[in-house]
């Protein structure tokens, strides 16, 4: 069989197969999490939260819900240089990212082992 033969066979097997997985893990919706700040996202977004009085005040007062805490949870950037520093009874992470109307806001919060502790939010 010619190279060019062989060579063909390959790449409709390479096609073939990753149209397979692609579809495959599509329906699964699994996610491949392996960037630091990926994963501490997803680690703070499985455990139950916990909210200050603080911030509890500001949610009263409308400046900040409860959706804008969840936009900047699914597309924030941890600050690990202001982060991973021991605090009450878990480690402090520094959240930077934007509200739901494209706002500024930094969310601190402590991640015990089976809690997170929603610390301050601040708008910028």
């Not at 062989?6 to 692609?22: I, N, P, S």
């Not at 960037?35 to 009263?60: F, H, T, W």
């Not at 240089?81 to 934007?98: A, H, M, Q, R, T």
């Amino acid at each position: 069989m010619k190279f060019v033969h062989r060579l063909a066979y390959y790449l409709f097997g390479l096609l073939l197969g990753g149209m397979f997985l692609f579809f495959f893990f599509q329906k699964k919706k699994t996610e491949f999490c392996y960037m630091p700040n990926c994963r501490v996202l997803k680690d703070l977004r499985s455990k139950p939260l916990e909210i200050s009085k603080d911030v509890d005040a500001k949610m009263k007062e409308k400046v900040i819900t409860l959706e804008d805490i969840k936009a900047c949870l699914n597309n924030g950037d941890v600050d690990f240089s202001k982060s991973n520093k021991p605090s009450d009874s878990g480690k402090l992470y520094v959240i930077e990212g934007l509200s739901t109307k494209n706002e500024e806001i930094t969310v601190e919060m402590i991640n015990q082992s089976e809690k997170v502790i929603l610390k301050s939010i601040q708008k910028q």
